[in-house]
Nanobody
Framework: QVQLVESGGGLVQTGGSLRLSCAAS????????MAWFRQAPGKEREFVSR????????YYAESVKGRFTISRDNAKNMVYLQMNNLKPEDTATYYC?????????????WGQGTQVTVSS
């Protein structure tokens, strides 16, 4: 019933840009903390970015700060990740997640992932 479907991944050159989309159904994105994670081959899944329910605050991993921007469109019930100045180390499968919590966040729902490959 609840689905998060990512799209927008692909192959891009170093320094290029991509915009990832997360389409939610059976869930209202404005009532959850929405986040992006990524996982590269041979590495553990890592946090990339999240946006709070009010959309007043956003958070980013140090590795992407200043290059990536998370945003939300409540009318479309979608979340986006604008990725600029991409680097080869950004190559990974990117996952959209929905969660809740204050001192700690638990992510209840996950998308299937979309592949991002940055060539050098």
């Amino acid at each position: 019933q609840v689905q998060l479907v990512e799209s927008g991944g692909g192959l891009v050159q170093t320094g290029g840009s991509l915009r990832l989309s997360c389409a939610a159904s059976g869930l209202t994105v404005s009532t959850y903390i929405m986040a992006w994670f990524r996982q590269a081959p041979g590495k553990e899944r890592e946090f990339v970015s999240r946006i709070v329910r009010s959309a007043l605050s956003t958070y980013y991993a140090e590795s992407v700060k200043g290059r990536f921007t998370i945003s939300r469109d409540n009318a479309k019930n979608m979340v986006y990740l604008q990725m600029n100045n991409l680097k080869p180390e950004d190559t990974a499968t990117y996952y959209c997640a929905a969660g809740s919590g204050l001192s700690t966040i638990s992510y209840h729902y996950w998308g299937q992932g979309t592949q991002v490959t940055v060539s050098s």
